[in-house]
């Protein structure tokens, strides 16, 4: 059974940076394409970012395009969210989820295509 984990999660001040991993066990993360998606204080979860597992294919959320950078890392099984200058309106949970590499991505926003889940990590971020 594939699982997922994510870490990296912390408490920053507006302006600083959080690298996020999330690593997949029970399989190879060159079989999946992966989302962050994230769930902010009474708000619906929304899609961060995407990696096809070909990896060539990395859409952002517009609030994340140009501080965010979504990266994989095959050979660990791991794929990583790089977040810069973060502000308050990204405080969330934020987690990973795995879905089977076929299709070419578009429907990368559809929560509902993602079979595994992880847990999530808390990322507050506060003066």
């Known amino acids: 059974q594939v699982q997922l984990v994510e870490s990296g999660g912390d408490l920053v001040r507006p302006g600083d940076s959080l690298r996020l991993s999330c690593e997949l066990s029970g399989g190879f993360l060159n079989h999946y394409a992966i989302a962050w998606i994230r769930q902010a204080p009474g708000q619906e979860r929304e899609a961060v970012s995407y990696t096809a597992s070909g990896g060539s294919y990395r859409p952002y959320l517009k609030a994340a395009e140009g501080r965010f950078t979504i990266s994989r890392d095959n050979a660990k099984d791991t794929v990583f969210l790089q977040m810069n200058r973060l502000n308050v309106e990204d405080t969330a949970v934020y987690s990973c989820?795995?879905?089977?590499?076929?299709?070419?991505?578009?429907?990368?926003?559809?929560?509902?295509?993602?079979?595994?889940w992880g847990k999530g990590t808390q990322v507050t971020v506060s003066s």
């Open positions: 989820a795995a879905r089977g590499r076929g299709g070419d991505g578009s429907n990368w926003r559809a929560l509902s295509t993602y079979r595994f």
